[in-house]
Nanobody, 124 residues
Framework: QVQLVESGGGLVQAGGSLRLSCVAS????????MAWYRQVTGEQRELVAEITIVGNTKYADSVKGRFAISRDNAKNTVYLQMNSLKPEDTAVYYCNADVSYTRNGVYTREYEKWGQGTQVTVSS
């Protein structure tokens, strides 16, 4: 069984910073693209940033220049450095990854593995 576990969320004032982490654990064989999404209650989940296995990145227009995604392949970890936070960044942030692993001796691939989410609240 593979799990994605996020950490680093919390309450911060506008203009502040937070760093989210997401660690993948289990019988992992490889991890492709990793990403961060966010969701506000009652709204659709939206892509915040993604990073390929070789480090190519993509960002939502709303976070360009403020957020930075990175990964440590040796640690199966993806990070999201969030600077100059705004109240509109308030959401539950979810980690997502394309994960290949072994389950009961069988090769398995989940293209959209999700973490449980971590709350980020930015006060004005």
């Amino acid at each position: 069984q593979v799990q994605l576990v996020e950490s680093g969320g919390g309450l911060v004032q506008a203009g502040g910073s937070l760093r989210l982490s997401c660690v993948a654990s289990g019988s992992i064989r490889s991890i492709g693209t990793m990403a961060w999404y966010r969701q506000v209650t009652g709204e659709q989940r939206e892509l915040v940033a993604e990073i390929t296995i070789v480090g190519n990145t993509k960002y939502a227009d709303s976070v360009k220049g403020r957020f930075a995604i990175s990964r440590d392949n040796a640690k199966n970890t993806v990070y999201l450095q969030m600077n100059s936070l705004k109240p509109e960044d308030t959401a539950v942030y979810y980690c997502n990854a394309d994960v290949s692993y072994t389950r009961n001796g069988v090769y398995t691939r989940e293209y959209e593995k999700w973490g449980q989410g971590t709350q980020v609240t930015v006060s004005s």
